[in-house]
C-alpha cells in the first residue's frame, strides 16, 4: 500500500502509479478539488465520468461543516460524498492562514475565528491529524505555516522552521491514531521563493521521513509564474525519486505541463470548477467565454477535440443559452468540460512521457495554447 | 401518428398509450416543465433518468430567449436541449397573460412588455402557431386567454369566447404551416369556475374539430381544490373518450391521483423543480425539508422507497450538507428526486387502471400523504 511505481521517465518528467487504498492513481495526474466534500456542483458520479482518478477534500471547510464527527459517524468521507475512489484531504494550514486579521499563530497552532459563525477554534498539529483522521482520506496531508508568495526571508524562514517543527507533531499524533495502513500522511515542504529556504526545508523535511509521498506547498500564491518555475527546478534534483511529488494548488492548462517538466506527479486546483461557474471553458487554443456572442446559434461542439459529456453531447449554442437565461446546468456542463480537460492533459502527457515524446508534444502543446494571446 | 389507444378504464380513470412523432407516452403521465428549454438545472439526460416519457416547453420564454428563429436555425427544440423523445409546447397564452400591467389584450391578440429587455412584442393566435412551428414539438397548444381562478361569470365568458374564436384562427394558421404529421395542436377549453361556461368552452371547442387531444386550462390558478374536483366532475362525461385529456399547470402529488380519477390522462407543473430548489422534497408520507436538522448525519436515503438517482445513492445528511453549503449538486439531486416521484406516481397509478385496483390504492396512498397533515 502507498507504493508508487515509475513506469517511465523523460528528463525530469515521470510517469508512475500510485497504489492507494482506494485504487490506483495513474501520473501525471489532476485532482479535482472537493471543498466542501462535493466538487462544486458535480456529483460524484459526474467526477468519476471525467476519468478523474483522486480528488480532494478540505479539512477548515469539513471541520466547520458538517463537521468531523458527523461524516465519523456517517463512515466517513468516503461514504458521505460516495466518492469510493482515492481521495486525499488538506490539512487546513493554507485555508487558516488565508484567514488575515481572523487569526493568531502560536507555537501551539494557530487560533481562528469560524467566517462561517463567528466562533473561536483553534488548529493545532494534533487536531489537523485527528480531523482528517476523522476525514479518512487515503492521504492526510501535514499542518504547515504558508506564508504568500512575497513574503520576504526572514518571514519564509519563520514559517518553513515552524512547519518543520509541526511536522514532528503531526507524524507522532498520526502514528497514535492509526497503523499507517488505511491513511497515510504527506509532509509539505515550504519556504517561499527563497531557495536556500527551500533547500533546508526540503532536508529537514527528508530527514523526519521516509514518507510515502511529498508536496511542495506555498507556490501559486502570488509569485510570478517564472519565479515558481525557477524553485521547481531548483527543488527538483534534491526530491526524492521513489515517491509521488504534489504541486499543491496549481493549476492551470499550462500549468500542468510546465510542472510535469519539472518532475511534478500530482497537481489540485479549483480554477477548473471556477471557472466554469463563471462561464470560461478551457480549449486547445486557449479559452472562451461561454456567454460571449458569438456561440449564437451555433450547432458546434464546445470543445470538438474533447470527449466529456459537455462537449459530445449538447451544441455551443445551448451552452450559451442555458448561461444567459442563468440556469445551474450550465455551471455543471463547463466545470465538468474544464475538469475533463485537465484529467486528459494529465493522460496525454502520461501517454507521451511513456512513450518518450513528452518533451516535442508538450512545447507544441503550448505554443498552440499561447498562440492567441489568452 | 397522434394516436390514442385505451387500455383500461377503472371509473372516469384511463390507462392509454399515446403515439407522437418522437415516441409513445404511456399514460397517465406526468411531464415536467422545461420552461427555457431546460428542466430547470437538468440535463436531458437527467430528465431521461426519471423515465419521464415527454416533457414542455414554454413559448413565451422560448420566443424571448434565445427566439424561435436561433431554435429553428439550430434544428428545433429536440436537437437544441438534445431531448429526444416527445415534446409539448403551451402557447404563450398563460404567460402573457400573468404580465399584469405589462399586457394589452385586443382581438387581434396580446401587445406585451418583455420581462426580460422591456422591448414590445404582440402575440396573436396564428404567431403563436408559427413560434411553436418554429420550435417543432409533437404537440403544439391553442392561444388561449386566461383568467384567474376567482374571476367572475362575465370576466370567464368574454376569456372563453375569445379562446374559442382564437382557436379557429389557429387551427387555420397551423394548417397552413404543414401536414400535422410532425406537429398536432391541442385546443385548450376554458371558462372559469362556472360549469355552464365550462360546458359551452367544451361544446365549441369540440365543433371546431376533430382534435388529436384536448386541453383543460385555466384550473390550478387560484380556486380552491375541491372547486377544481368539481369543474372536472361537470367536465368529464362531455369529454370525448378517445383523445388524451390533458389538466395544465398541475399538479403535486394529490392532485394527480385526483385528476386521474376524474378521467385526466396527462399533467405538467413546475412544482417538482421549485419545490427541489428550495430543499423541499416530496415523500408517500408528505414532503420534508431537506435543510431540516433532523437529516443532521442520517446515513439513510431520503425515500428509501424511491428508485431515483437521489435515493439510491446518497444518505440524507449528505443532501441536508448540499443545502447547509449552498452548492447547487443539492438543488438539482431534490428535483430529480422529485421529478421521478412524480413520473412514478403516474406509473404506478398506471398499473392499478391495468390491474383494476386504482380506486383502493389510490384511496390509500392518499390516505397515507396526508396523515401526516402536509
Known sequence: MFEF?????????RAGILTLPHGEVKTPAFMPVGTHGVVRGLSAEDVRRTAAQIILGNTYHLHLRPGEDVIRSMGGLHRFTTWDRPMLTDSGGFQVFSLQGLRKISEEGVEFQSHVDGTYRTLTPERAMEIQWALGADVAMAFDHVVT???PHAVALDGMEQTLRWLERCKTRH???????????WPISQGGTHDDLRKRSL?????????????????SVGEPKPVMHRVLEALEPALPREIPRYLMGVG?????????????????????????????????????????????????PLD??????????????????????????????????NIRFLVRLGEQARAHLLAGTFDGWSHEWLRRHYARGT
Do not use: K, M
Open 304 to 337: 470538438p477535440e474533447c470527449d466529456c459529456e459537455t462537449c459530445t453531447t449538447f451544441p455551443r449554442g445551448y451552452l450559451r443559452h442555458l448561461f444567459v437565461i442563468e440556469d445551474i446546468l450550465g455551471l455543471r456542463l463547463i466545470s465538468l468540460h
Open 149 to 151: 508568495g512575497q513574503a
Open 252 to 300: 492551470f492548462p499550462a500549468d500542468l505541463l510546465e510542472g510535469i517538466a519539472r518532475g511534478i506527479d500530482l497537481f489540485d486546483c479549483v480554477a477548473a470548477t471556477r471557472n466554469g461557474r463563471h462561464g470560461t471553458a478551457w480549449l486547445p487554443t486557449g479559452r472562451i467565454s461561454v456567454r460571449g456572442a458569438a456561440l449564437i446559434g451555433s450547432a458546434e
Open 203 to 219: 532536508e529537514g523535511t527528508l530527514a523526519a521521513g521516509p514518507w510515502t509521498g511529498i508536496a511542495i506547498g506555498g507556490l
Open 5 to 13: 511505481q515509475i513506469e517511465a521517465t523523460s528528463g525530469a518528467g
Open 175 to 185: 502514528e497514535q491514531l492509526g497503523d499507517g495502513r488505511c491513511q497515510t500522511i
